[in-house]
């Protein structure tokens, strides 16, 4: 059987839905979004940042994002935060050694020999004390000065590394510290894999159950039909939350706790329903359908008919059950996170979002900006995508 | 009508089942007793404990029980957690503070919402429309969480600290008792009201919009344009009566939730509701009380899906229901 060679075949990339989609200005922006998140994704993944990376305190605590000007009282605090770090090491009877292992992501302690050192260390603390003496540090002229001074010394201890080393603290402190003065950059960036390792493992898996099932109810009808029907019903009769939270309750104290395979299995369990139930109803219609008449005549089997015939023919439908999974894995990690039951080992924006509750409080926003504008970033790029994605295959859709 | 409702309620009969059949395995897997006390239990504090609770019995007979104790309401169990409140107990006392939440709440965002969407789909294509669904889909980018988190900063800390006093609580809620003026309510439950209706807005907003674009192009409007009444009448008369079917449809399917509760909001606001109740027995390992709570928000769930069918029915004379 020879295909007619009679018909020009277009390649893919030039097809109408390729055309259509082409045309949404807005589509192709949000493409090249999400584009980007998958590329800091692999690189992440491919080793750019670590899990120790994330884990390692870099400077003081809560420092905000965008080196925004700080109040005297913080700097005074952070001058401590340094000095006291060395003074520890100082204090060691092998001091050189734990000189050698202090370290703050790019910083690391002035390679002056140990003399100099305890002086600039001394020196410092006398001024520190001096500024003790001030009831209010924004009304003394001369505290100010002080504080700059301080701020010279702790600048000598610990000189800010040159050339890659500049930009590595640089990025380090652009959004700022968590409290424990973790970066909030690497740890936001971080989290880009762990989130699309979650939205991707649950999208696919979910999308590729759901389809199969979905097709062979559709395609099969009688028992499987009912077998089908009746197991989505009953999953999606739990509210998704319960659902989630009584999977994520199954798995602790299990081996699998504090992997991320309670959370796959969870999402998995929850979102296979949407596309099950799509590729459920374009089946039915497909398979009226001549060509799928054609294919059982020309004595394909069933099964090779379902799958070669039919279920090509619902690859739009998996492309929009993909992206809707995509952003619903995405956001529901976060509230599973919060309640204890999701993402418990390194960051994720889950776990970073849920920290900085208590952080708001005390006026610091810096940690649930940063996630929040991360997650924005690639949930409105994956929702106009998915809007898109709509558009192109379904006419019908407003 | 009748045997209609009741063929669907026998349908959904094998469906609860399953869930039963699920919920009560799920929560099996990890022994639960073990759970509860600790690995380090000895076998006799084990025996003694899984004797009371009826988990010494084979799986299909405690699976009896349990379908025996739903159909007849018999939630008498003992909670593990809090010894001396029946599950039931628990159920009832978790149930107000839920509803004083979400009721209020669904009905705000159910009206705001469908203002929206005809005012969206009235100008349709127009700057204000897009301009409305762009932030409908800004607003849906961003976690429930965070509209948490920052609508309890500055719902109440900010205005607490600006009026130095407290305006709205964040917590110490727990239940009608409290409520005796409506200025108690909105002490209490009008933040996380606000809060649910900003966070549905987006999602119902573009749902609703929806619907009435597709009205928009159904016969009747062009026949009551052409008999020449007014845009304004033609959307908010004539539309909006046959929009009905589908928003009914929609709060209908959101019934169920009322009583969930939303686990975030009662968790964060430390609202003593159906949510946090669940989230806390599941901490805490309370066995019992996870196992009805789940059977009963399913049930609930069923049953509004049936009412659902039959509201349409009623609403909409050109559904049969065969």
């Known amino acids: 059987m020879n295909p007619p060679t009679s018909t020009v075949r277009r390649p893919w990339y030039r097809s109408r839905t390729v055309r259509r989609f082409l045309r949404n200005r807005l589509a192709v922006v949000a493409l090249m979004i999400v584009v980007t998140y998958l590329l800091t994704a692999l690189l992440v993944f491919g080793g750019m940042i670590t899990l120790d990376d994330t884990e390692a305190r870099v400077s003081a605590g809560s420092i905000p994002a965008l080196f925004q000007p700080q109040p005297p009282e913080k700097r005074l605090e952070d001058c401590q935060f340094w000095l006291d770090e060395l003074k520890k090491a100082l204090d060691q009877t092998d001091a050189k050694a734990a000189l050698g292992d202090v370290q703050f992501g790019a910083v690391d302690v002035a390679s002056l020999p140990l003399p100099e050192l305890r002086e600039t260390h001394e020196q410092a603390r006398r001024l520190d004390q001096s500024l003790a003496g001030y009831a209010d540090l924004n009304d003394a002229p001369e505290a100010a000065t002080k504080l700059v001074e301080l701020e010279e010394l702790v600048a000598q201890l610990f000189p800010l590394p040159e050339g890659l080393g500049a930009v590595q603290r640089f990025i380090e402190l652009s959004l700022g510290t968590d409290r424990q003065g973790r970066s909030i950059a690497l740890r936001a960036t971080y989290s880009i894999m762990v989130a699309v390792q979650i939205g991707l493992v649950t999208a696919v898996l979910s999308v590729v159950i759901g389809g199969l099932l979905g097709g062979a109810a559709g395609y099969f009808g009688s028992w499987v039909d009912g077998g089908v029907t009746w197991l989505y019903t009953t999953f999606s009769s739990i509210p998704y939350l319960v659902l989630l939270v009584l999977i994520a309750y199954m798995f602790i104290g299990t081996v699998f706790d504090g992997t991320l395979f309670p959370v796959y299995v969870a999402f998995c369990a929850t979102f296979w329903i949407g596309p099950c139930r799509t590729i459920r109803g374009e089946t039915l219609k497909i398979k009226q359908l001549e060509y799928v008449q054609a294919a059982r005549s020309m004595g394909f089997s069933q099964l090779h008919t379902m799958v070669r015939h039919v279920l090509p023919n619902t690859t739009h439908l998996m492309l929009v059950g993909f992206s809707l999974n995509f952003i619903a894995a995405i956001k529901a990690e976060v509230i599973l996170t919060f309640l204890g039951l999701g993402v418990k080992k390194g960051p994720s924006w889950g776990i970073m979002i849920a920290q900085s509750g208590s952080e708001v409080v005390n006026g610091f926003f810096s940690q649930i900006a940063a996630a929040t504008i991360f997650m924005f970033g690639l949930v409105l790029a994956f929702n106009i995508l998915s809007d898109a994605l709509q558009d192109v295959f379904d006419p019908k859709h407003v | ?273 159906m949510g946090q109740t669940l989230i806390s027995a599941v901490n805490a390992k309370d066995f019992p009380v996870v196992q009805a709570f789940t059977a009963v928000f399913a049930a609930l769930y069923i049953l509004t899906n049936i009412l659902t069918d039959v509201l349409y029915a009623l609403v909409d004379p050109r559904i049969r229901l065969a």
């Open chain 2, 1 to 273: 009508m009748w045997a209609y409702s009741i063929r669907r309620l026998l349908y959904n009969v094998p469906v609860f089942l399953g869930i039963l059949l699920f919920v009560m395995g799920a929560l099996r897997v990890n022994d639960p007793i073990y759970g509860f006390l600790g690995k380090n239990a000895s076998e006799e504090e084990y025996k003694a404990f899984q004797e009371k609770a009826g988990l010494d019995k084979p799986f299909w007979l405690q699976y009896a029980i349990f379908v025996k104790g739903v159909i007849t309401f018999d939630f008498s169990t003992e909670s593990w957690d809090q010894p001396g409140l029946s599950v039931g107990e628990r159920l009832r006392r978790a149930i107000g503070p839920s509803l004083s939440i979400t009721i209020p709440a669904l009905i705000l965002s159910t009206a705001v919402s469908v203002v929206v969407g005809l005012v969206s789909a009235y100008f349709r294509g127009q700057g204000l429309d897009r301009t409305l669904v762009f932030i409908a889909v800004l607003g849906m980018s961003i976690s429930f969480l965070v509209y948490i988190i920052l609508g309890q900063y500055f719902g109440a800390y900010v205005p607490n600290r600006y009026f130095n006093r407290e305006v709205f609580s964040i917590h110490g809620y727990d239940g009608w008792s409290q409520l005796n003026l409506p200025v108690d309510w909105a002490y209490y439950c009008l933040l996380p009201v606000v809060i649910s209706v900003v966070v549905s807005m987006g999602y119902d907003t573009r749902y609703y919009r929806a619907v009435m674009v597709e009205e928009t192009g159904r016969d009747y409007m062009i026949t009551a344009q052409a008999k020449g009444a007014s845009k304004p009448k033609v959307m908010f008369v004539h539309m909006l009566k046959n929009a009905m079917i589908p928003i009914i449809t929609r709060v209908a399917i959101t019934l169920p939730f009322l009583i969930t509760g939303s686990i975030l909001l009662e968790t964060y606001f430390g609202i003593p509701g």
